[in-house]
């Protein structure tokens, strides 16, 4: 472990912990999010939730830009790959043993709080406006809605992804998931060393 890299010995600390309660089973995909605001809050959700990586996949929105300023440094943090399909994202999530639950006020999705979020899971989020595709209906492994109680039909999509990574976390605290790293010791420590060169 190169600690000659990191500029203290809290710094060091601080990376140890935040990496050992990162959570490599879950990931977020967000589909076509046009407001980078949106994107920027959503990493921040990410790291304060653990969630190490966010799957970007867009097929008709302009790629955003995402300045360290916004995310608050969060995109630092948070590893994101780009995919240019639906299907691409999908099977490559699956390749890694993910389950992949759509958010969508369809009939046929299931409220958030039925969902066990501490199995293998990528949640994907859509277009502010609107919502995901129906390649993303078609292809997910599910849908799930967060139920709601006034007049207005949905939340703004970082506010949406905050508040299900925040249900998944609470989850996972109960299941001790938080308690124990998620990666290898030799994962772990490569990370480590990773981290302490940003």
């Known amino acids: 472990m190169k600690l000659r890299d990191c500029k203290s010995e809290n710094r060091i600390n601080k990376i140890k912990r935040t990496l050992s309660l990162r959570q490599e089973n879950i990931r977020i995909v967000l ?4 407001d980078p605001h949106n994107v920027s809050a959503i990493f ?13 996949v867009y097929t008709n929105e302009a790629f955003p830009k995402i300045s360290r300023t916004s995310s608050a440094s969060a995109k630092k943090w948070v590893y994101s790959e780009r995919f240019e399909t639906v299907k691409g994202c ?38 502010e406006h609107r919502g995901i595709s129906e390649d993303v209906e078609k292809q ?14 949905s939340l703004n ?13 609470r989850q996972r605290t109960e299941a001790g998931m938080y308690s124990k790293p998620s990666y290898s010791l030799d994962k772990l ?10």
């Open 31 to 34: 589909e076509n999010i046009h």
């Open 44 to 56: 921040r959700s990410c790291d304060a939730t653990g969630v190490p990586k966010i799957s970007l």
């Open 90 to 127: 999908f099977d490559d999530l699956r390749s890694q043993g993910f389950k992949v639950l759509a958010s969508s006020l369809k009939d046929d999705s299931k409220n958030l709080y039925s969902l066990d979020l501490t199995k293998k899971v990528a949640l994907v989020f859509g277009n």
């Open 140 to 153: 997910a492994d599910g849908l799930f809605y967060i139920p709601m109680n006034g007049m207005i039909q």
């Open 157 to 169: 999509v970082s506010v949406a992804t905050a508040v299900t990574l925040y249900e998944a976390l």
């Open 189 to 198: 420590e490569s990370l480590i060393d990773e981290w302490c060169d940003k």
